[in-house]
């Protein structure tokens, strides 16, 4: 199989939200980059984001990012890094306030500032009541987030690589990263990217689960090839379900609707949350949402004739409001629940949303993984960012609108790191490894002539439904045990998955097979991880880690405050601590979280 | 899934792959999807696990991302947004790729051109004045001036619609391209009005709109490029006179 | 090279004029066929009186040029949008030109002569 090898200072893969951000910040400064993407940028799945960004602007309260601060390790359930989360949180004001320049239509006060809405789990004065911290363009913020930094790209004459998908890093045998190869879907053409800086930033894998708000694209393809390049993963047990997908489709319903007040209802038109959460109510974080959801159905209080979902009220709001702050629910609604949303309450069920572990990173996006001397070494060369980074920002459970921020602070953090590093001349085209080309080249050609394998919808599906099963809003002990097996079982066939077309232009069959290698890494490391981590925490809840005195809510800070690091090779567990010490404020103590 | 849960669909698809195909041909296909596909999108992923050579784009599945825009019976639509119960009983659906621009492979085409006209009206903000530290300030009525323009999600549907578009693709800029110019136009923020009506004021870029009005026809998102189209030309008339 | 070059600087005028000449021949419509309705072609002297009045005879004027010029417009952008090699684009353009000024020119000598 033959290859050409491009030479670039960096190369960027993902044109998300977080690929767009630090690309902006790459071509600004003159630097030759490459930006990979198997889909057109605006075309991202950070195009579906709805409710907003976190920023502590004040536009309408106060607010400070201190209390940011506190919300964000408060909703991680501690397992978030403080460095990183104060970082971040400093950082927010800075980053929305680019976009705004960038041309990003936001929503406006009546003072013609940034309009702000309350949502789940941010909170002034330290955890007292909601405030408004989310920044909102209608419920269309991601859309008009995306196309405002795409806009800002083709001002600064970003080169894009539109339809490629990226295959496998590029790692020698020092661990240094020197770039990806990658195929042009349209020719079927395989392309080394030898370069300076290798920033993934390719989203997230919400894929291996059968429901999923996610997009076909959600592959975790960065996290798969970091993964086969041995970068371990962290804390992938961690996967949000957002409490309101609509039932049957899974399509997001923003959270920013209960933020407007919305108001989530059972079979009895109970508000049920007032006894879930007395304080936040509908507000509060996503997990404690989701489980009280899963609640309310299984102990028989849930709507329909199967008792199978609850009901998002906002019938008691004003129709003004909704068509204004809320239009594409309106549009939602009708679409894919078949409800008029002004008059009727729309049915959701919690819907896997959001991976908050990934690949290791520190707060300047660098890719950290453990080495000889400490626990977190960077990997020269590699920085990631976004929802396939894990920073870790979001611990155990993210908090609504920090995914945005995240991929902003981090995005342009990664991108400012690969720009010092590259203005500073430390980096060279080091000599391409020829064995690690050889074998992405040997997996494109396996697939290519593999015969009697295993069919690739059929694999994935089997994977979906496993993950579905063994690793949902509540975990089982058993149940973990037993999806960590047939997920297994199931990683086997996805190495003799076969396709029927053999085409070398635009074939889509090729580019599945290929997602479900990456796929299937994810799966394996998710189910891996939860299986191990025997306390509950965030979005991770066992039942033999049950709610005591001694262990609230089932989290055992004393076993378990800790980062799981996830290796590929020889399926392997290992840990690193939790960064309790911020960078310039006291620690956020440990305490029981409720809301 | 039991047969009584699904529905049988005859479809005729669009089949061309240049690196087997002489020409492009209709493929006729029945296919029962269980009663759980409700848009044309879930029965197409059910079909491509049966036949995975069938070749189409897709992504959010949820209207967003502008990925799935195809022609569907005679008119471009998203077929994440389309119904199937909207198809009539008995009559084949009838899929092909969004006409107007070249074929790539079945219902992939090459949208390099729509993009380029995309490029071409210089879609950001330009704003010359220094920085302010915060966010720079506009009313909540100004800010109203730029709904129905900044929704667009580049589908591609109105400017594939647009019989002005197939007979000029590299010199008018299309209902997409123009209801962009005006979104930068409209937006208070923005400086480069005179430029963007300058680079506009051509035979071509703008004045190949003859308002057949298809754009609005088809936009999955509801928009009106024809309006934003006569918001310009009004706004030349005004520069002029 | 294959250039595309736009950028002609015209399209508002024509636009414009193309608008202009429309509501012209739609007022001279209306006009006619009121001098229709109230008898004004109730015979051929009837006719001919009607048409050679000095009022008359300016708005047909007026409306023939406006015709012309509607016409140059829309035929020109047909050539435009069918027409692709320069040339013979050209050949058209003048030939319409021509003929369209030799219209103008006959229809007025017409009008005056009646």
């Known amino acids: 199989m033959n290859y050409s090898v491009r030479k670039f200072d960096a190369v960027i893969v993902g044109a998300g939200g977080a690929g767009l951000r630090a690309a902006i910040q790459l071509s600004e400064a003159g630097m030759k980059t490459a930006v990979l993407t198997k889909v057109f940028p605006t075309r991202s799945h950070t195009v579906a984001a709805q409710g907003g960004v976190a920023a502590s602007l004040g536009n309408s309260e106060e607010d400070h990012w201190h209390w940011h601060m506190y919300d964000t390790v408060k909703g991680s359930d501690w397992l978030g890094d403080q460095d990183a989360i104060e970082f971040m949180c400093r950082k927010a004001n800075e980053v929305v306030v680019e976009l705004e320049h960038y041309g990003m239509p936001f929503d406006r006060t009546d003072s013609g500032k940034i309009y702000q809405r309350p949502f789940g789990g941010h909170m002034s004065n330290f955890g007292e009541k909601p405030v408004r911290r989310s920044c909102a363009a209608a419920d269309r913020t991601g859309h008009a987030m995306l196309h405002a930094m795409y806009q800002r790209n083709v001002k600064a004459n970003t080169q894009f690589f539109v339809e490629w998908q990226a295959l496998d890093l590029v790692r020698d045998a020092d661990g240094e990263v020197l770039g990806v190869t990658a195929m042009d879907m349209e020719t079927g053409e395989i392309v080394v990217f030898h370069a300076k800086a290798t920033i993934f930033a390719t989203g997230g894998a919400g894929r291996i689960y059968y429901s999923s708000t996610n997009a076909f694209i959600n592959t975790g393809d960065g996290v798969g090839m970091a993964a086969r390049a041995g970068i371990p993963l962290e804390d992938m047990e961690f996967w949000q379900f957002h409490p309101t997908g609509v039932a049957g489709a899974g399509v997001l319903i923003t959270e920013g609707v209960r933020g407007e007040g919305g108001i989530l209802r059972n079979a009895q038109g109970e508000r049920f949350m007032e006894r879930y959460a007395p304080n936040a109510k509908d507000l509060a974080s996503r997990d404690v949402v989701s489980r009280a959801m899963v609640t309310e159905i299984n102990e028989g209080r849930g709507c329909g004739p199967n008792k199978d979902f609850v009901l998002l009220d906002i019938t008691h709001l004003p129709p003004e409001t909704i068509m204004k702050r809320l239009p594409g629910i309106h549009e939602i609604a009708v679409q894919f629940a078949g409800v008029d949303a002004l008059k009727e309450p729309i049915p959701v069920v919690p819907t896997c949303h959001y991976q908050m572990g990934g690949i290791p990173t520190n707060y300047n996006g660098q890719v950290v993984v453990p080495g000889k001397r400490t626990q977190s070494e960077i990997v020269p060369g590699f920085y990631a960012a976004g929802e396939c980074a894990c920073a870790s920002v979001h611990g155990a459970n993210r908090l609504g609108t920090n995914s945005l921020l995240d991929l902003l602070v981090f995005g342009k953090s990664a991108g400012e790191s690969a720009v010092a590093e590259l203005r500073a001349g430390n980096r060279t085209h080091k000599p391409l490894p020829q064995e690690c080309i050889d074998q992405t080249l040997a997996r494109v050609n396996r697939l290519n002539t593999q015969k009697g394998g295993a069919n690739v919808h059929e694999t994935r599906l089997d994977m979906q439904r496993a993950m579905q099963k063994h690793a949902g809003v509540f975990r089982f002990k058993d149940m973990l045990a037993e999806g960590v097996e047939k997920i297994l079982g199931i990683a086997e066939q996805v190495g003799q998955t076969e396709i029927a077309d053999k085409s070398m232009v635009f074939n889509t069959a090729r580019i599945e097979a290929l997602e479900l290698d990456n796929l299937i890494e994810v799966a394996k490391a998710t189910i891996v991880s939860a299986n191990a981590r025997t306390e509950s925490r965030g979005a991770h809840v066992r039942d033999d880690a049950p709610d005591t005195p001694a262990n609230p809510n089932g989290r055992d800070d004393a076993n378990w405050l800790k980062h799981s690091l996830w290796y590929r090779e020889g399926n392997r567990l290992d840990y690193k601590s939790v960064k309790l010490t911020p960078l310039s404020v006291d620690s956020i103590e440990l305490k029981t979280r409720a809301y | ?241 | 090279m294959n250039r595309i070059v736009v950028g002609a600087h015209y399209g508002l005028k024509d636009w414009l004029a193309q608008r202009i000449t429309g509501v012209v021949m739609a007022v001279y419509t209306v006009i006619l066929m009121f001098y229709l309705f109230t008898g004004g072609a109730a015979s051929a002297e009837a006719w001919r009186a009607t048409m050679s009045g000095g009022f008359m005879r300016f708005i047909s004027f007026l409306f023939i040029i406006s015709l012309c010029y509607h016409a140059w417009v829309g035929i020109r952008d047909i050539w435009m949008d069918y027409v692709k090699p320069t040339s013979v684009r050209l050949t058209l353009h003048t030939l319409t030109l021509l003929t369209l000024v030799g219209v103008a020119g006959w229809a007025t000598q017409i009008i005056w002569r009646l």
């Open chain 2, 1 to 241: 899934m039991t047969v009584s849960n699904s529905r049988k669909l005859h479809f005729k698809i669009y089949r061309y792959d240049p690196d087997k195909d002489a020409k492009p041909y209709m493929q006729d296909i029945e296919i029962e999807v269980p009663a759980t596909d409700r848009k044309l999108l879930d029965a197409m992923v059910t079909l491509k696990a049966k036949d995975d050579s069938i070749a189409f784009r897709r992504s959010c599945r949820e209207g967003v991302c502008g990925s799935d825009a195809m022609n569907i019976n005679g008119k471009n639509g998203l077929a994440c947004l389309t119904d199937l119960s909207s198809f009539p009983e008995g009559k084949p659906i009838i899929l092909r790729p969004l006409p107007g621009l070249p074929v790539i492979r079945d219902l992939i085409v090459d949208m390099t051109q729509f993009f380029k006209q995309y490029h071409s009206i210089k879609p950001y903000l330009i704003n010359n004045d220094p920085l302010p530290e915060r966010e720079r300030l506009q009313s909540p009525e100004d800010r109203e001036e730029l709904n129905g323009l900044y929704e667009c999600i580049l589908c591609a549907c109105c400017t594939t619609a647009c019989p002005s578009f197939w007979w000029n693709p590299d010199k008018f800029v299309g209902p997409a391209g123009l209801l962009a110019a005006y979104r930068f136009i409209a937006d208070t923020r923005d400086q480069a009005t005179s430029e963007r009506l300058d680079n506009l004021e051509d035979p071509y870029r703008l004045f190949r709109c003859h308002t057949i009005m298809n754009c609005v026809d088809v936009c999955p998102k509801g928009l009106n490029p024809t309006k934003a189209i006569g918001k310009i030309k009004d706004m030349m008339v005004k520069r002029a006179i």
